[in-house]
């Protein structure tokens, strides 16, 4: 639908001087645009294909002062915009503060947001990290709703079917790590991932995955600096392709299903790191199906 926001016109514009055509195309202009702003004013929260008339209106004005294009200064251009265009405010993470936004690559949306802890000595636990979960809602009824459109968002909610073809399937998914701990190195997170992902490995695909790992892995190199509010990216792509990102900038891709659904599991599998952020993802899947 499309959004006009109009300045106040206070006054109409002065009578033509006959002897100035320039002068007179200008005001003529003026007067256009006055009057398109009020027709477009009338119909600010309708839709223009209700409102015809109004419609062809401002089109016919728009079209017939062809000497006078828009300047992108003039208040009445800055403020015709499509609402669709209007960007959803980031989410904040309220334990750590941490900012995602509610769109990533122009498609995913977020769908939950969680932190990683993890345990010091068995003392005390650390915030490691907040992270972000986004999908293509395009993707997730083309791959899934034939087999679980028909069912109830409860019914799904805690349905390990569902959760399992999602890991395996062959949907957009990113997960947007964003650091918290200052003091956090690559060479910790490579050491973490060995740890998490290699688990996963073994769980999906058995023992002989060392290679696949160390081809993971061996992207965070020990150079790479990382900080607080650091950025990493984890994008499963179509045809199984896990994307990894630091801070924007790409550092590698894999193709390899189990390496995707390993890295996922982490966050949406059977033991998350986080199990709030995982019933948030799940609930805000299921209820992509009841969209049309």
Not at 24 to 36: F, K, P, Y
Not at 102 to 124: E, T
Not at 130 to 155: M, T
Not at 246 to 265: F, P, R, Y
Request: net charge neutral; with cysteine; proline share 5%.
């Amino acid at each position: 639908m499309v959004s006009l926001r109009f300045p106040f016109f206070s006054s109409f514009p002065p009578p033509i001087n006959p002897n100035s055509s320039a002068s007179s195309r200008r005001i003529l202009t003026a007067a256009g645009v006055t009057i398109a702003a009020s027709c477009a004013g009338i119909a600010v929260t309708h839709n223009s294909e209700k409102h015809p008339f109004l419609q062809n209106t401002l089109d016919f004005i728009l079209t017939h002062f062809p000497n006078s294009p828009p300047s992108s200064s003039s208040p009445f251009w800055a403020s015709l915009s499509l609402s669709s265009d209007i960007q959803p405010p980031p989410v904040t993470e309220s334990r750590t503060g941490s900012s995602f936004p509610s769109l990533l690559n122009a498609s995913q949306k977020l769908l939950g947001i969680g932190l990683r802890k993890k345990s010091v000595f068995g003392l005390k636990n650390i915030d490691v990290y907040a992270f972000g979960v986004y999908a293509d809602e395009d993707d997730v009824k083309k791959n899934l709703k034939e087999k679980y459109g028909k069912f109830s968002a409860s019914d799904l909610e805690d349905n390990k079917g569902f959760s399992d073809d999602l890991l395996e399937s062959d949907v957009n998914l990113t997960v947007r790590l964003q650091i918290v701990y200052s003091r956090l190195s690559v060479r910790s997170v490579r050491s973490a991932f060995e740890d998490s992902v290699g688990s996963r490995l073994q769980k999906f695909g058995g023992l002989d995955n060392k290679e696949l790992l160390h081809r993971f892995t061996s992207l965070f190199k020990d150079e790479m600096k990382l900080s607080k509010g650091s950025v990493i990216e984890l994008s499963r792509e179509h045809g199984h392709v896990l994307r990894t990102k630091i801070d924007g900038e790409e550092i590698g891709s894999i193709q390899s299903k189990l390496l995707c659904q390993s890295v996922l599991d982490l966050y949406i599998g059977e033991d998350p790191f986080d199990e709030q952020a995982k019933k948030d993802v799940m609930h805000k899947l299921v209820t992509v199906f009841e969209k049309n």
